[in-house]
């Protein structure tokens, strides 16, 4: 099946505790995105990758950082996570072209007290 | 100015009602537009590319007017299956085709 997961899909951590959230595409898409949507705010690029080893930041990079070793994966890593950073984090993917479909993962709940 | 707006409800309408979604977007150069929907909390899914000649697929239609820089959604007989969130979703040239959304606009369908 063609999708997109996301590891955790929940996470209560603590102010400064460094953590991970895995994303992986099973679809050989090049262009990878993480977003963070908030209440108000929509949904808002943090970082997104055109390929393997081309990473570039989003609207809202800071604070976070990603990498791209391999086509199927697109980590997102909080060095030092603060409380607004609390938020509903979705990884996406999709071909390279501007008309096709991006495809979202099923969402990480991320609290950090 | 927000570069894709939309109205965020919430639109609460009977089933069986038509409603109307609008959306504006603010860069001229987009190419690309779309209809995502979005379950509670859910990640977001595609609803339907919108085309310049517009378009339909069942109860659903997409229309683009690219001289005022808006798009629509109308939802006819609506089912108690279509409350969402619906977001308007516009490209960007640049920063390899990326996507913007707007907020999104709540539809709640009552019996």
């Given at each position: 099946e063609a999708q997109v997961t996301q590891n955790p899909r929940y996470l209560i951590t603590v102010t400064g505790k460094k953590l991970t959230v895995t994303c992986s595409q099973n679809m050989n898409h090049e262009y990878m995105s993480w977003y963070r949507q908030d209440p108000g705010l929509g949904l808002r690029q943090i970082y997104y990758s055109m390929n393997v080893e081309v990473t570039d930041k989003g609207d809202v990079p800071e604070?976070?950082?990603v990498s791209r070793k391999e086509k199927r994966n697109f980590p997102l890593i909080l060095e030092s996570p603060s409380p607004n950073q609390t938020s509903l984090y979705f990884c996406a993917s999709r071909p390279h072209g501007e008309t096709y479909e991006q495809y979202f993962g099923p969402g990480t709940r991320l609290t950090v007290t | 100015r927000k570069e894709v707006e939309q109205d965020p409800g919430p639109f609460n309408v009977p089933e069986g009602a038509t409603v109307a979604f609008n959306c504006t977007y603010s860069n001229s150069a987009s190419q690309s537009f779309f209809w995502y929907r979005q379950d509670c909390r859910k990640e977001p899914k595609l609803l339907m590319s919108v085309y310049s000649s517009g378009n339909e697929d069942g109860r659903f239609t997409a229309q683009l007017n690219r001289a005022s820089q808006y798009i629509s959604l109308l939802i006819r007989?609506?089912?108690?299956?279509?409350?969402?969130?619906y977001l308007c979703?516009?490209?960007?040239?640049?920063?390899?085709g990326k996507l913007i959304f707007g907020q999104g606009t709540e539809l709640s369908v009552k019996p």
């Open positions: 604070g976070y950082k | 007989d609506s089912k108690l299956s279509d409350s969402a969130t979703v516009v490209n960007t040239p640049n920063q390899g």
